[in-house]
């Protein structure tokens, strides 16, 4: 056993020296029949000769026996795990040698199957079950650095794989023809997506083919998954979705080096560009001229053709990987996550603007900037003159709910002018005041003031529940007796600058929805109580007057009322309107697919009026409850994710839609900052 420790310091030297002498040498093939180097013979040479050592011992005794195997499995477990440590090390440093870093990928795959080997050795399947799981876990750990090298390597082939699909873009866009493609035309597409696929073919082709002779069969389909999902990805976010500037945004909000930024925008970047941007910029004339041109390279979007020929093409990359038979099985082929989401991005040309606006409204779900909102809670428990009392076993009440996990709370000083009532008992207030940070989502900020009945007998604690923040008690003394506890919420929104994009104030609405019972004709009706701190600065004798539009959006309503707007108040910043209006929602569809876009903006006189705010209430949200009464924060635009855009990009091609065109105003719409004269 002491022989077999004073092994381990030996073998890990011997392993570096190997490895260093293959270094030296420009990881030569260890013969001409192999694709892997000399340090992984050396390494399970010296294993070998090990294993040997003890195997003579001879030991009798199987206790004994099975000690031996369990240590000179960890022995090999140090020995490999350092090669691989090593090897992920240097990796980097021959990705651009694509030969190297072929063989360094093969020596983790020839340690796999070295390891296999010794693992039948030293007895294979009637080896005891620690050991046999030693060995097991650390062929599952190369495994896993077989994979992170394979992604590595092909990471660093992004680039040459981004520009032949650019070029492969390019050939798309020249592709002539608007109207469906018709059966008669089948060959044409089929010439046409060779023609298309002619730049990444050329590469693929003589890429794989130096894999497939420089690479185990392992680490080669290993290569081409990593390397199927990086074209995937690419033609989804180069050719389907290409990076998109707005010319309707830029015109009003574009800075003076909005140029570089469209030219190197990427779709997954647009949060930013608006952020960082489109803040309102004066000198707009001058950006025009510079972005007109490059829009309409980012600004394309697929024709019926075109999506035929792509999906032509995507047909003969599939084949292609497949290699019949012998690449990538179909199977994977077909249920890989980037085809599919390929896929969608293109069948999303295809669908009429109905479902298209249904699509928008069911994915994107956070369409309002991220604030942090601080909850004010204020708890107070009182004993209550009940005329008789309610076992906690027979309670009606939803103080038996699903226990919630607790938050942690910081207690805080009162603020509230008013005090709380005391409690009725020898105790001092068990319950203060407290405040928390904590990220809420729409359905959070609805509910201001709850009021929570909770019975109890004696030591039986009731929960609290406030729906609105999902609180329970910071601390709740003993009660003696049943009592009733009162929770509110104040939300607060954060002041302004300390969130992504700031709020510019608060729009209070009521929303009921109602479903005839014999007809099931659904209607919405809609509120609009007040907005409150509308940051619109003006200068003296400058007038402001804020009115509100709120748009229904959704499928199935080009022949329905839509949208309604208020009398417009002058140079009020927190203004009442308390003026309703009632939309007809039909019964063909849920009204989970529908949501309420409202605007503030300021009235003006002979030109467009001027957008001070926006919200978005999903009706999802309320469908459960029927209705809400919420103030809803106001940002400067609507955020959406690359299917939003995607949604965007493609109704604002169709410019003989009313509701699409309308559609696109909306969403696109982005605050500039208003003009303050002297």
Not at 174 to 198: H, W
Not at 599 to 612: E, G, I, M, P
Request: net charge neutral; glycine share 4%; with cysteine.
């Amino acid at each position: 056993m002491q022989w077999l420790n004073e092994n381990d310091d030996v073998s890990l030297e011997y392993l570096n020296g190997a490895f260093q002498r293959d270094k030296k040498d420009e990881f030569p093939v260890s013969s001409e029949s192999s694709l892997f180097s000399n340090s992984v013979v050396d390494v399970f040479t010296q294993l070998t000769q090990c294993f040997g050592v003890v195997s003579k011992l001879e030991c009798p005794d199987p206790e004994i026996w099975k000690r031996f195997m369990k240590r000179f499995a960890k022995t090999i477990v140090k020995v490999l795990l350092a090669y691989a440590d090593i090897s992920k090390k240097e990796f980097p440093n021959y990705v651009g040698d694509e030969k190297k870093a072929c063989i360094l990928m093969n020596n983790i795959q020839q340690l796999r199957v070295q390891l296999e080997k010794m693992y039948e050795k030293m007895g294979g399947g009637n080896l005891e079950e620690d050991v046999a799981t030693i060995l097991n876990e650390l062929q599952g750990t190369l495994n896993t650095v077989l994979d992170e090298l394979a992604h590595k390597f092909a990471k660093s082939l992004e680039g040459r794989i981004a520009v032949k699909v650019k070029e492969m873009g390019d050939k798309l866009a020249a592709v002539k023809g608007t109207g469906q493609v018709q059966p008669s035309q089948r060959n044409e597409v089929a010439i046409e997506a060779d023609d298309v696929l002619v730049p990444l073919m050329d590469l693929l082709e003589v890429s794989l083919t130096l894999y497939a002779q420089s690479c185990e069969k392992t680490v080669l389909k290993r290569l081409l998954k990593e390397l199927w999902k990086i074209v995937m990805t690419t033609m989804e976010k180069t050719v389907v979705l290409p990076p998109m500037t707005d010319k309707a945004m830029m015109l009003k909000n574009l800075t003076d080096n909005a140029k570089n930024l469209a030219a190197n925008a990427k779709i997954e970047d647009m949060s930013r560009l608006f952020k960082n941007q489109l803040a309102g910029g004066k000198d707009v004339k001058n950006a025009v001229s510079n972005i007109m041109d490059i829009s309409k390279d980012f600004e394309r979007n697929l024709t019926p053709k075109q999506c035929a020929v792509l999906e032509v093409a995507l047909d003969t990359i599939k084949q292609y990987f497949h290699a019949g038979g012998n690449g990538l099985k179909k199977n994977f082929l077909d249920k890989s996550t980037e085809l599919k989401s390929l896929n969608y991005a293109l069948s999303l040309y295809t669908q009429t603007t109905d479902t298209l606006i249904k699509t928008f409204c069911t994915t994107q779900t956070n369409q309002e900037p991220e604030i942090f909102y601080k909850s004010r809670v204020g708890l107070h428990y009182m004993t209550p003159p009940f005329s008789h009392q309610v076992p906690a076993n027979d309670s009606k009440f939803p103080g038996k709910a699903k226990k919630k996990k607790k938050e942690e709370y910081v207690p805080v000083d009162e603020e509230e002018d008013e005090e709380e009532p005391e409690a009725e008992d020898d105790n001092d207030d068990p319950i203060k005041p407290i405040q928390t940070r904590k990220k809420l989502s729409l359905s959070d900020k609805r509910v201001l003031e709850v009021v929570v009945r909770v019975w109890s007998i004696h030591k039986t604690y009731g929960e609290i529940i406030c729906t609105s923040a999902k609180l329970t008690p910071h601390s709740v003394a003993t009660p003696t007796e049943s009592f009733v506890v009162t929770a509110y919420v104040l939300t607060v929104p954060s002041p302004a600058g300390s969130t992504e994009e700031g709020t510019v104030g608060e729009i209070s609405i009521q929303v009921d929805l109602y479903t005839h019972p014999g007809t099931g004709e659904q209607r919405i009706n809609v509120k609009v109580v007040a907005a409150n701190d509308l940051r619109w600065p003006t200068t003296a004798g400058g007038m402001f007057r804020p009115f509100v539009e709120v748009n229904l959006i959704g499928p199935h309503l080009a022949d329905k009322k839509r949208k309604f707007a208020t009398k417009s108040k002058s140079n009020s910043w927190s203004p009442k309107y308390n003026e309703s209006v009632q939309f007809l929602i039909g019964s063909e569809e849920s009204p989970k697919s529908f949501e309420l876009h409202i605007c503030v903006k300021d009235y003006c006189f002979a030109r467009d009026d001027r957008l001070v705010g926006v919200a978005v209430l999903q009706l999802r949200d309320i469908v459960d409850q029927g209705s809400c009464a919420t103030w809803l924060s106001l940002g400067k635009r609507c955020h959406m994710d690359e299917t939003g855009w995607t949604v965007l990009r493609i109704l604002s091609q169709r410019t003989n839609d009313e509701v699409a065109k309308e559609f696109v105003k909306l969403k696109s719409e982005v605050r500039g900052e208003p003009p303050i004269t002297q």
